[in-house]
Each structure stands twice: as C-alpha cells, then as structure tokens.
C-alpha cells in the first residue's frame, strides 16, 4: 500500500533529520541534549508532522493516475 510506505517514511526520516540536527546543534553551539531538542525540534514538530500527512494525502492522489 503506498499511503502505508509514504507515512513510514516519514515516520522514519523525519526523526532521523532531527537527530542529526541536533547533534550539530549541540556541537555548534554548546548546548546540552535538552536544551538542543528544546530550541530545534519542539518548535518544528507540529507544522512538520502537518506537512508531512499532506505529503503522503497528495502523493496517495498522485500515484492513482
């Protein structure tokens, strides 16, 4: 089912993209794990998360033609 395919993805690969961000977060500003997580995930996450649905809605609409 590619509706299925396209939300694991996103499940996977958003998670991903935020680890390494952090990481360099962290690493670029001093910052500990929760203060990273804090000012460069949290912020991000519902609009992503938001995006992320329609992305696979509209891929779903896509892939039927």
């Avoid at 997580?37 to 609009?47: A, C, D, E, Q, T």
């Amino acid at each position: 089912n590619f509706s299925r395919y396209a939300m694991v993805t996103i499940l996977l690969g958003m998670p991903l993209i935020y680890f390494f961000g952090v990481v360099q977060m962290m690493f670029l500003t001093g910052m500990n794990w929760w203060q990273a997580v804090m000012m460069g995930v949290l912020p991000f996450v519902v609009g992503d998360v938001v995006k992320g649905v329609c992305a696979a809605l509209l891929a779903k609409k896509i892939n039927r033609y």
